[in-house]
């Protein structure tokens, strides 16, 4: 085959995910019945891993005010569209209005819990999740160590507390 044919080929492979790109880069889908629906969508299809509230469990908790991979309205969307490569976060084959959907929802849960404040050490937080009693960067990840497998910092304590996380 020649290499043109193998670009071309690729060409059309990646065409309908760039093309399906949204032309908004903030949400167009945020009134109450929106909200509503997005609620809807995201207790079918995304809290058996994110929790009805959004509070984490088997993936990464998103009722935080700031979401790490996905800081923007747009990023949201790419993330809740087209999954997050060597997780095991999927693409969704939802239509965009409903991903928007999603995405206020998903806004709603960080902005209620950005309302109240952070308590405890997290010095010691740290220093305990990276000791072996504790046993969490055996399936968690803080900063860039530990494992990839299981929730992010942000919901492993919160995974602790309910049972979730066991010391391996």
Known sequence: ?????????????????????????????????????GRKLYQGRCAGRHGLEGDGG????????????????LALYRVARYGLPETEMPATLMAPKEVWQVVAFVRSLGAAAGAGAASGNAGRGKQLAASDKAGCLGCNAVGLEGAVSGPRSQTSARGAARGICAPS
């Open 58 to 73: 088997k993936g990464a908790n998103l009722a935080v005010a700031t979401l790490p991979r996905a800081t923007t309205d």
């Open 1 to 37: 085959m020649s290499w043109w044919l193998a670009l071309l080929l690729l060409f059309f492979y990646q065409a309908p995910a760039i093309m399906d790109l949204p032309s908004e880069s903030s949400n167009p889908r945020t009134s109450p019945e929106d909200l509503a629906q």
